[in-house]
């Protein structure tokens, strides 16, 4: 029998406030589980907003005061998912990280309301989001699974351009990749934020982890993006499955507006899509649908194994004997 699993994904904004974006998700998720499917990307930043066309006041040797009120409002809009500086891996996932004094659970009770959902649901829930964690924020991508809960979750490595100037660099023991059974099948999945698709060494140490499902969320909408996301199927034998915003001037928060022209013309025009192992367009791009786009393809993932009659990237295609390979702090080894 075919190793059949539906994949997904949602073309949804960031709306005004969390609690309204959280509600969005779970009307999102509720329709993707009506049409049966299994895993669900939403898109990089979803959760806190991508500040797109923000200057936060700064230029080379200064930074004024109205760019620093725009990161108080953006810094309050991010999650706190109740893990450490420095990441605490299994000890966050497996919440073994020291409760409150005053009790309840750490962070703002976000990881908590996505588990609920995916429980609620049965869909495993990949979400893009920005994290605040002591004084920094990250931006990063959460895994939850409708049984087990949050399997793990992982930071930017590398925030691009101006992004570097709000959001700190994640570290790459965060880049472990996670496992669940779908429908009988092993998935192993990982995910690469955004321009960090375009780093080869990072991609790499997803490949070495055999994985089999490669999601890549998004805030890049232009249509050269889709050939990436060609490649790295072709190149990693696996599903690719990517989600951005689709947004107008008029979405952005009220904080951002003053840094944007006038007018209401796209920010962002979306292309969510999805590829499958031998790099065939299975969706192809989704181009100016606003208000949660879904898009989702049953695939094979068996033809991830069969791709590798002819390369793997990761094992027989290598040459491990002429290069060597090592990731500071990850474990590389495919997870069992």
Not at 303 to 311: A, I
Request: aromatic share 6%; proline share 4%; net charge negative.
């Amino acid at each position: 029998m075919p190793s059949v699993i539906k994949v997904g994904a949602a073309q949804a904004r960031t709306l005004n406030t969390l609690t309204e974006t959280l509600t969005d998700l779970e009307e999102i998720t509720k329709k993707a589980a009506a049409q049966n499917i299994d895993v669900l990307l939403f898109p990089e930043a979803y959760l806190g907003g991508y500040p797109r066309g923000c200057d936060f006041g700064a230029v080379i040797g200064s930074r004024s005061d109205a760019g620093r009120e725009q990161f108080l409002q953006y810094f309050r809009a991010a999650v706190d998912l109740g893990d450490t500086p420095e990441g605490a891996g299994d000890a966050w996932v497996e919440k073994s990280l020291p409760a409150p004094k005053n009790g309840g659970v750490r962070g703002d009770g976000t990881r908590e309301e996505l588990e609920r959902i995916s429980k609620q649901t049965g869909v495993f829930l990949v979400v893009g989001l920005i994290e605040r964690c002591g004084g920094t924020l990250y931006c990063g991508a959460i895994y939850v699974d409708p049984v087990h809960g949050a399997l793990g979750k992982r930071r930017k490595l590398m925030p691009t351009g101006s992004e570097r100037l709000v959001w700190g660099q994640g570290a790459a023991s965060s880049l472990r990749a996670v496992t669940t059974e779908i429908r009988g099948t092993k998935i192993i999945m990982a995910a690469a934020i955004c321009w960090e698709n375009y780093m080869p060494l990072l991609r790499q140490s997803l490949y070495n982890q055999n994985v089999n499902l490669f999601l890549a969320p998004t805030a890049d909408a232009r249509d050269t993006w889709l050939s990436a996301m060609r490649m790295i199927a072709c190149e990693g034998r696996c599903v690719v499955v990517s989600a951005n915003q689709c947004q107008r001037k008029s979405h952005l928060p009220a904080w951002v507006k003053g840094d944007v022209s006038k007018g209401d013309d796209f920010v962002s025009r979306g292309g969510s899509c999805i590829v499958n192992s031998n790099g065939t367009v299975l969706v192809e791009p989704l181009w100016e649908v606003e208000d949660g786009g879904l898009i989702s393809t049953e695939v094979d993932m068996d033809d991830c194994e069969r791709g590798r009659l002819d390369m793997d990237v990761a094992g027989s295609y290598s040459r491990n004997d002429a290069f060597n390979f090592s990731v500071v702090g990850l474990d590389t080894t495919p997870p069992a």
